[in-house]
């Protein structure tokens, strides 16, 4: 939650701030502000409630002079309403001379606060940032040396934090520390940048360095230092971005949802790249990391919002394939009870930012206790990554829109990778079969492409539906996570009661809630294989369409039983039914969107939401 950015060097400091928090402000977008230091001008600063928009107005109707170092800060409140004063950046000093841009909850802010005001310092806002300005430039103002009062207060903070501060003093130094909050240098030709995440800075270079825990930056134009809150000098080590610029921009689409969606086949195939051969089988580098992974006896999965409904699809094909007993967990849930956690205890953990707060504790809380941590992340440089004994990314790029798409296919297309190579490693099943699952999943980005090539229909309902004031979901097995993340869709994009429900659970209660006329969106299981809950599903669905639901299936093509039972018939391909998971969430996906977008309503940001949540 909130999106950071520094700059130091030659080119228009403004271009490369506002650029940075434009690409940064699905982190937070209920205000922005930039500092600036011009060699005559000195500290100047502007910041506006709203989004990022309203700042880029406000500086074109009265500009403030370019300089060559800068931070700037998108914001998602926690202390202090989203007005123009709690806005970032903070000023601090007896002449304001210090300006100072936080992301992150300062824990013990209330008794520093107290101490300040004790002292004399007035504050003008109601959030737990100023108290880090003040505290900085107080220090800076005793001993004249700004590293050493920027180090003595982050070492005095308590809770997460990302912070960057300036000072009028210095022209070339943009000073930055992190706990528990992401931060990335990005590492230029004479010029040096940090932000949130590498989108930052992806336009100007492609060289980065992640800043690890408790480490603090001292960035200028042709040199940056990176050592520990206790002084001691670190080598960070350097990656390559991967991702494009031009992935971050919405490329002609109206949104970056929509253009999110149309990118999924390729997400898919970009996570499939290099790890299934053309016969199907699986080969995993990522595990050489894992140590005695045959000695592996439980798997628990640790995500949080769609990223756990992703989890929820590994499971079942963890479990049915690599025989291995898995549970999915909320990673807020999971370190808040006594989770059975030990050596022989694998956690794949499944996040897109990698920088989820929430998950981010749970894997703390499970390497403490012996287990080895494999993590299914987006993002290069994040959090999640560095903290984990291995890592898949999912290369789906940039995810700009805050309801997560095509993260969301690739992170169940990771898992099932994860799935066949546990099987493959552990022989749980026999080595032909394996192959021909992998050559299956090896069809899934053309499968992807025609189903969005199909959804016509999924997009008038979305705008047929748009007065709906609550809409349910059914699903079973694999089907089941797929209709909670659909009612999830529509919750967050278009505010309306969504709920997703295991259909065999209908009869247990939420029954009730049908009456003439309710909209019910069902996710049914192929009529193929043994086992099928089909026949059940279709059971239920003439259940719900006797109390007058009216039932939207999402079904297998071919599937001939369904149509005599539902209002409408949304036909995905045949395949493996677990890898049906990724063709299903398509229509719900162009469901909700367009209804949101009937609706009037900002797609890429919605209402009180950031798209990543690093704060508890
Ligand atoms: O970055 P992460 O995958 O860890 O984020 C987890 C959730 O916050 C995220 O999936 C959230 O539920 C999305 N807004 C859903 O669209």
Known sequence: MCG??????????LDVLLGGLKRLEYRGYDSAGVSVIDQDAGLQTRKRAGKLSVLVEDLEESPITDAHIGIGHTRWATHGAPTDTNAHPHLGGEHLKLSLIHNGIIENFSELKTELQEAGVKFSSETDSEVAAHLVAREYEKTGDLTAAFRAVVNRLMGAFTLLCIHEDHKDLVLAARRNSPLVIGLGEGENFLGSDVAAFVAHTKRAVSVGQDQLVELRQDAVKVTTFSGEEVTPEEFTVDWDASAASKGGWPSFMAKEIADQPQAVGDTLMGRLASDGSVKLSEFAGLDRLSEVNRITIIACGTAA????????????????????????????RDPIIDEQTLVIAISQSGETMDTLMAVRYAKERGAKVLSICNT???????????????????????????????????????????????????????KELGLELLKLPRMVKQVLESVERMRELGKELKDAKSVLFLGRNVGFPIAMEGALKLKELAYIHAEGFAAGELKHGPIALIEPGQPVIVVVPSPNGEDSLHPKVVSNIQEIKARGAKVIAIAEEGDSAVGKSADEVFFVPQTHPFMAAQLAVLPLQIFALELASAKGLDVDQPRNLAKSVTVE
Request: hydrophobic content about 45%.
């Open 4 to 13: 950071i950015v520094g700059y130091v060097g030659p080119g228009s400091t």
């Open 309 to 336: 409904y992703a989890g929820e699809v590994a499971k079942y094909a963890i479990e049915k394939w690599a025989k291995i007993p898995t549970s999915v967990e909320l990673a807020h849930e999971f370190r808040y």
């Open 380 to 434: 290069q440089g994040a959090t999640l990554a560095r903290e984990s004994d291995a890592t898949i990314y999912t290369h789906a790029g940039p995810e700009v829109a805050v309801a997560s798409t095509k993260a969301f296919t690739a992170q169940i297309t990771a898992g099932q990778l994860v799935a066949l190579s546990l099987a493959w490693q552990r022989g749980a099943m026999d080595k032909d079969h394996l």
